[in-house]
């Protein structure tokens, strides 16, 4: 099964500072998506990139997709501490249209102030 | 701005006992999805949901547990017998016909088996 992997697992950043997680996948897809998650609290979803795009941003957000090598990061520029959270790599498996997303461990990114 | 709710927030039972976690998806939303997280671990697919019945589940939905929708806006899920183990975040999805694979996760349900 195709399955995300992000690195580092835990980044601690000054306020102002940009931050860069990695995430490797191991099958073919058509999307991959980034996910942020505070503590204790639900998914929230930040972005998707197609397979056919190499970079979007949104906001202080950019991220590039290398299909030749499977992987994806994501970077979050001028961080505040309030961008302290769980970051999560998301790719669908499965061809119907309730497809379920593999999920993959996370960077733990702390802002420090 | 729409968003997925689940209730209760946190659940406490005892092993052995019944569970239903609830989730109201947003509105136009036809696809619904469940996951665990364990503590310190991956999001784990648990199921999906359309048209009234299971698209797909996961080798960690066994008998033990069901979903449904039993009315046009909750989607349930139910955990016959709880162990131990099952002790996880528990987080519903959903999203629209359009085919988006964006889903929209609800702050989830710490569920507590003792």
């Known amino acids: 099964s195709q399955q995300g992997e992000e690195d580092p697992q835990a980044l601690s950043i000054q306020e102002g500072e940009n931050a860069t997680m990695n995430c490797s996948y191991k099958t073919s897809i058509n999307n991959l998506q980034w996910y942020r998650q505070n503590s204790g609290r639900g998914l929230v979803h930040l972005i998707l990139i197609r397979s056919n795009e190499r970079e979007k941003h949104s906001g202080r957000l950019r991220v590039t997709l290398d299909t030749s090598k499977k992987s994806s990061s994501l970077l979050i520029t001028a961080s505040r501490a309030a961008d302290t959270a769980s970051y999560f790599c998301?790719?669908?498996?499965?061809?119907?249209?309730?497809?379920?997303?593999?999920f993959g461990s996370g960077t733990q990114l702390t802002v420090l102030p | 701005e729409p968003e997925v709710t689940q209730t209760p927030s946190h659940q406490v039972t005892q092993m052995g006992q019944e569970v239903i976690l609830r989730c109201v998806p947003i509105?136009?939303?036809?696809?619904f999805y469940w996951y665990r997280q364990i503590l310190g671990q991956k999001v784990e697919f648990l199921v999906s949901?359309?048209?009234?019945?299971?698209?797909?589940k996961s080798e960690i939905f066994d008998d033990q547990f069901s979903v449904e929708r039993p009315d046009g806006s909750n989607f349930t899920l139910k955990i016959r017998s709880t162990k131990l183990e099952d002790s996880a975040m528990y987080f519903c999805a959903s999203n629209s016909l359009a085919g988006t694979d964006t889903q929209y996760f609800g702050p989830g349900t710490r569920l507590t088996v003792l």
């Open positions: 998301a790719t669908p498996l499965g061809s119907g249209s309730a497809r379920q997303l593999t």
């Open positions: 509105s136009n939303h036809l696809y």
């Open positions: 949901f359309y048209n009234n019945e299971i698209s797909e």
